[in-house]
């Protein structure tokens, strides 16, 4: 069964960086990116790089983040730049493999203001 394997995220102050990164199994024919979900509120997408298209980023973090995926190493990098207090949350890698959509465990990213 593919999986997804998440590493990265901790504390870093408002206008900080950090990278996350996700390490996948499987086919590399999917869509894979990075979905958030802070407390009390809806899981919402962040960056995702489809198998075929063009990479869709959340209009919250454009300009800041930048998502790159290696289908060699079967990787998909987050990187956050400028990060803001409302990009605290738990972030979580998506992989979707047909109709099949997997989670990774989810790493916290906390932006101290």
């Known amino acids: 069964q593919a999986q997804l394997e998440e590493s990265g995220g901790g504390l870093v102050q408002a206008g900080g960086s950090l990278r996350l990164s996700c390490t996948f199994s499987?086919?590399?024919?999917?869509?894979v990116g990075w979905y958030r979900q802070a407390p009390g509120k809806e899981r919402e997408l962040v960056a995702v790089?489809?198998?075929?298209?063009?990479?869709n980023y959340a209009d919250s973090v454009k300009g800041r983040f930048t998502i790159s995926r290696d289908n060699a190493a079967k990787t998909v990098a987050l990187q956050m730049n400028n990060l803001k207090p409302e990009d605290t949350a738990v972030y979580f890698c998506?992989?979707?493999?047909?109709?099949?959509?997997?989670w990774g465990q989810g790493t916290q990213v906390t932006v101290s203001s």
């Open positions: 998506y992989g979707k493999w047909g109709k099949a959509v997997r």
């Open positions: 499987g086919s590399i024919h999917i869509d």
């Open positions: 790089v489809p198998s075929l298209g063009r990479t």
